[in-house]
């Protein structure tokens, strides 16, 4: 069973997410309410997972989670957090977050960042992805880190979704047919072991693929 982490700093939004967690499998492992007190829980704990809220007393989450990738760098984090601000999304990112939720999209976003991050995936909510995939991914991608499993084609494809582009803009960028996209698309997301175009397109960017 995943081990979790909460640290939030609001006694009924962290209730709601102990039952949420219970309910779906997750066994938390222990609670904070203000970051000193999250780290630690983590060094204590060694959780699997760590759900950091962003606007902690005391330790932010953002430095929270930086201070977490170097005491206890096996503990995967997943900020929470009410706010979508550019700058907030990137500071997490740029902290080591394995993936990012906005309080007010859909409770089930939370349990399915858990599932893909205890999977060793990376995820982002669908109400600011686009948000961060625009903001890390330029036209003059650097080179490839590591090896791609991916076509060059794929690899085009992926830059374009990663860009924020639909499958018809795709296919009108790259002169292909919308069904040639989607078999390409599939492909990708089998090599990339990803449940969707979000997830390829960031596990792709941690890796150096794109």
């Given at each position: 069973?995943?081990?979790v982490?909460?640290?939030?700093?609001?006694?009924?939004?962290?209730?709601g997410?102990?039952?949420?967690?219970?309910?779906?499998?997750?066994?938390?492992?222990?609670?904070?309410?203000?970051?000193?007190?999250?780290?630690?829980?983590?060094?204590?704990?060694?959780?699997?997972?760590?759900?950091?809220?962003?606007?902690?007393?005391?330790?932010?989450?953002?430095?929270?989670?930086?201070?977490?990738?170097?005491?206890?760098?096996?503990?995967?984090?997943?900020?929470?957090?009410?706010?979508?601000?550019?700058?907030?999304?990137?500071?997490?990112?740029?902290?080591?977050?394995?993936?990012?939720?906005v309080?007010?999209?859909?409770?089930?976003?939370?349990?399915?960042?858990?599932?893909?991050?205890?999977?060793?995936?990376?995820?982002?909510?669908?109400?600011i992805?686009?948000?961060?995939?625009?903001?890390?991914?330029?036209?003059?991608?650097?080179?490839?880190?590591?090896?791609?499993?991916?076509?060059?084609?794929?690899?085009?494809?992926?830059?374009?979704?990663?860009?924020?582009?639909?499958?018809?803009?795709?296919?009108?960028?790259?002169?292909?047919?919308?069904?040639?996209?989607?078999?390409?698309?599939?492909d990708?997301?089998?090599?990339?072991?990803?449940?969707?175009?979000?997830?390829a397109?960031?596990?792709?960017?941690?890796?150096?693929?794109?």
């Open positions: 069973m995943t081990r982490l909460l640290v939030e700093d609001h006694p009924l939004t962290r209730a997410l102990r039952a949420a967690l219970a309910d779906a499998g997750f066994d938390v492992a222990g609670e904070a309410a203000d970051g000193l007190a999250g780290l630690d829980q983590a060094i204590a704990l060694r959780p699997d997972i760590a759900v950091v809220d962003l606007g902690l007393p005391g330790l932010d989450g953002v430095e929270l989670t930086r201070r977490l990738r170097q005491a206890v760098p096996d503990t995967r984090v997943v900020i929470l957090t009410m706010h979508d601000l550019d700058t907030e999304v990137l500071a997490a990112l740029a902290a080591g977050a394995d993936a990012y939720c309080k007010s999209s859909n409770p089930q976003n939370v349990i399915l960042a858990l599932g893909v991050v205890a999977e060793g995936g990376a995820y982002f909510d669908p109400a992805a686009h948000i961060v995939l625009r903001k890390i991914v330029t036209p003059s991608a650097g080179p490839v880190t590591q090896a791609s499993p991916l076509s060059p084609r794929e690899t085009d494809i992926l830059r374009l979704i990663a860009e924020g582009a639909g499958n018809a803009d795709i296919a009108k960028q790259l002169s292909l047919g919308l069904g040639t996209v989607k078999g390409h698309i599939r990708i997301l089998e090599k990339l072991s990803a449940a969707d175009r979000t997830q397109a960031v596990v792709a960017l941690r890796r150096g693929i794109i």
